[in-house]
Every structure is written in structure tokens, then in C-alpha cells.
């Protein structure tokens, strides 16, 4: 079996030797004109993780803007993006047609763990990338040399687990953790980085409960995690069960300390969460990477500035308080970088070789000191986060750390 693996591994980087030594020169790709550079992604536009969906807007408004600039390499950047409706099966249709019928040069900025895993197979064997993604799955992440085209943007969902559990085991030594999940990579892998950083720690998962992504509720979960004992509960769920889950609690009386999974952490959705279960959120721990432009520590930011001028002329329709939007941004300000050093007339191995060579701290729109950095064998771009605790009284997310490891 090793010897097998070892192989494997070597075929994989001999196809991404091939692929970087034909991105030197040559004709371009399908996506690419004298004048144009077409990619493409799906996002959440409706269904339960609509919140996303503005992901897809923020990154086409810093496209534009970019646009107006000239482009890049004297090419205009055409962002073609679906609604998907978080269903993977409706991401895989949308992604042949991107791929197939738009004739994208790469996928990019595509929303959510199981929608991805349902394309990249697809994308791995079409040769084409499948860049920046919104996702931190090692399942997604984890195999660079076997699905070498593939390459997330989100920090390490373990990483982030495991952020939690080494914050418990030195906060509170003796706490006894619930766990509600979603029941894909995302809530499994954060649930495991949370148990290997606690393991002989003090601190015990006393229950855990899962819920589906076609689930309607998770209020019978809260319920058996409440009954379990539990004085600290962990929500890593998308922002509509994310809700659920604290009215959940509130309701039946129980005031856990809470952490939650970065990914619901808007300010527009903590606003709702604080309204209906404000013990919970008060206090509440989780990480981040990105600035928040609701937050008036950032009022003078040159970034914040450029972000709300660009949502003013580009995304006239979309709120400037939406971090959202703001995380589009970032990612597209990352894929401009990529597409820069891809070479004059970029291919796809061209866009592939410089996705996998990032090493900037240079994105205005993340949090000082984060860096971005990936490699042959490194699919995450993020390796650091800083943890942040919410503030009722404010409204805001305050930091509580200093630079922290998400590996």
C-alpha cells in the first residue's frame, strides 16, 4: 500500500511538472481573448445558505473595479456565477455548463464543502482549476498531489476545531462541551480538531448531535445536548442553523458558554442572533481573518475606504455592511494577484503554477499580519487566525488573541 501511495504521489507531481512547464508559453486556453479572461463559480443565491450568496456580487464588484483600471495584462476579467442553491447536485450541472458551455479558463470562488467535493473529480480530470474556493476541508484540501488542480481559500476547518479546543483546555480545564455539527467535512472536521486539541487536556465532549443539510430544524438536538450536562456548547453550523440552535437553547432555559464556526459570524447575523438569544451571544468566542467594515476600529482604513467605494459604483444594490461582500473582495483581490503573475496570455497550468506559488501578506482586506502562502503540497492558503469575542453591548466582535496557528 505505501509503495502504491509513493507512486501515486509521483504521477501527481510529474502531471503538475507538465502542467507548469506547459503554462511557460504556448497557445492560450479555453476563457481567454486578446481582450478577456472569462472564470466562473456557483454560490448560494437562495436556499438555507442564502447568506453566502453575496460572496458572488462582492468579488464581480472588485472585478469591475479592477476593470476600470485596465484589467489585468491589458484583459478584463468576465466573472460568470450561478445560484446553486447550496445544492451540490444543482453545483455539479452548473459547473459542466461553466466549464463545457461558458468555456470559463477556471473555476473559482465556488461555495461550500460538499459542493466542491461533488466537482472536483470533474475538474481534475478536465484539466481545469478549481481555485480559491469557499472551504477548508482536508477532504477538499488535503490531497494537493492527487487532485492538484484543486486549491480552497478558507483556513483549516480542523485548524479552526482545534483553535477552540486549545482556547477551552486553557480557559476553562474542566469544561464539558456539547457539539452541534453539520453533518459534512465541515462539521466533522472541526469537530476532530476540537477533540485532538482537548484529548488529555481536562476538558470532554459529553454529547454531540449532527443535522443534515436538507434539515428543516435542530431544536430536538439542542434538546439532547442541554440533557447531556453540557456547560459549553459549540455550534459549527451554517448561519440559519447557527440560529436555530441558540433560540434553541434560550428557549429551554440553558446558557452555555458558546463558541461558534467562523462562517456565521456576520455582524448582520449576530445581529439576529443577539435579538433572540442574547445570553448566548454575549461573549460568544470564534475566529477571524478578515476585517469587518461595520467595525469602527476600521473607519480610517484605507481598505475599508476603497470597499465602500467600490460597492458605491459596483454593487450599488448590495450592503456595505455585509462582511460577506467583503470577504468576495478578498478572495478576488487574491485571484487578480494570481491571474497577474499567470503570464501575458495565461493558461490553465500558467493559473495553476501561480496558485500554487502565493506568498503575500499584501491583501489589504485581512486582518494585519495574516499571511497568505500555499505550495506544491500546500492546498491552504490561510495558516492563521486571530480569535475574536462578541460584545452585546457594541455589536461587534472584539479581538481576544494574537496571531494563532489554524494548521
Known amino acids: 500500500m505505501t509503495r502504491r501511495l509513493g507512486i501515486a504521489a509521483a504521477a501527481a507531481l510529474l502531471v503538475l511538472a507538465a502542467a507548469t512547464a506547459a503554462g511557460a508559453g504556448g497557445a492560450a486556453d479555453p476563457g481567454v481573448t486578446a481582450t478577456e479572461i472569462v472564470i466562473g463559480g456557483t454560490v448560494p443565491l437562495s436556499g438555507e445558505a442564502a447568506a453566502f450568496g453575496s460572496v458572488g456580487p462582492g468579488a464581480k464588484a472588485y472585478f469591475d473595479y479592477v476593470n476600470a483600471r485596465g484589467g489585468v495584462n491589458g484583459r478584463k476579467i468576465r466573472y460568470v456565477f450561478y ?3 447550496y445544492n451540490p447536485a444543482q453545483t455539479v450541472q452548473l459547473t459542466r455548463r461553466l466549464v463545457e458551455q461558458d468555456r470559463v479558463l477556471a473555476i473559482f470562488n465556488s461555495v461550500g464543502t460538499a459542493n466542491n467535493l461533488a466537482i472536483r473529480e470533474y475538474l481534475n480530470a478536465q484539466k481545469v482549476p478549481q481555485l480559491l474556493v469557499g472551504d477548508g476541508s482536508e477532504a477538499l484540501g488535503g490531497a494537493p498531489l492527487r487532485y492538484p488542480w484543486t486549491m480552497g481559500f478558507l483556513q483549516s476547518y480542523r485548524g479552526e476545531g482545534a483553535v477552540y479546543g486549545r482556547d477551552i483546555a486553557a480557559r476553562t480545564p474542566k469544561a464539558r462541551l456539547a457539539v452541534l455539527f453539520e453533518n459534512t467535512e465541515l462539521g466533522k472536521e472541526m469537530t476532530q480538531g476540537l477533540s485532538r486539541a482537548i484529548a488529555r487536556k481536562g476538558p470532554k465532549v459529553v454529547a454531540s448531535e449532527s443535522y443534515e443539510l436538507v434539515s428543516t430544524d435542530v ?11 453540557a456547560d459549553t456548547l459549540l455550534v459549527f453550523a451554517t448561519p440559519k442553523f447557527m440560529i436555530q440552535a441558540l433560540l434553541a437553547a434560550t428557549k429551554l432555559g440553558w446558557k452555555p458558554r458558546t463558541y461558534i464556526a467562523s462562517l456565521s459570524i456576520e455582524p448582520t447575523i449576530m445581529d439576529i442572533a443577539k435579538a433572540n438569544a442574547p445570553a448566548l451571544t454575549n461573549g460568544a468566542r470564534s475566529v477571524a481573518f478578515v476585517k469587518n467594515p461595520r467595525d469602527p476600529i476600521w473607519a480610517k482604513d484605507p481598505a475599508v475606504k476603497l470597499y465602500r467605494s467600490i460597492m458605491t459604483r459596483f454593487n450599488p444594490g448590495g450592503r456595505p455592511t455585509d462582511v460577506y461582500n467583503w470577504y468576495g473582495m ?11 503573475r499567470a503570464g501575458k496570455v495565461p493558461t490553465r497550468a500558467s493559473l495553476l503554477r501561480a496558485a500554487r506559488s502565493i506568498d503575500t501578506r499584501a491583501n489589504p482586506f485581512l486582518l494585519p499580519g495574516i499571511r497568505l502562502k500555499t505550495g506544491l503540497k500546500d492546498s491552504f492558503p490561510l495558516d492563521t487566525v486571530y480569535l475574536y469575542r462578541y460584545e452585546n453591548r457594541t455589536g461587534q466582535w472584539v479581538r481576544a488573541s494574537g496571531l494563532l496557528a489554524a494548521r
Do not use: E, H, I
Open 83 to 85: 445560484d446553486d442553491a
Open 219 to 229: 431544536s430536538a438536538q439542542v434538546a439532547r445536548l442541554k440533557a447531556s450536562g
Open 330 to 340: 478578498t478572495v478576488a483581490w487574491t485571484m487578480v494577484d494570481v491571474l497577474g
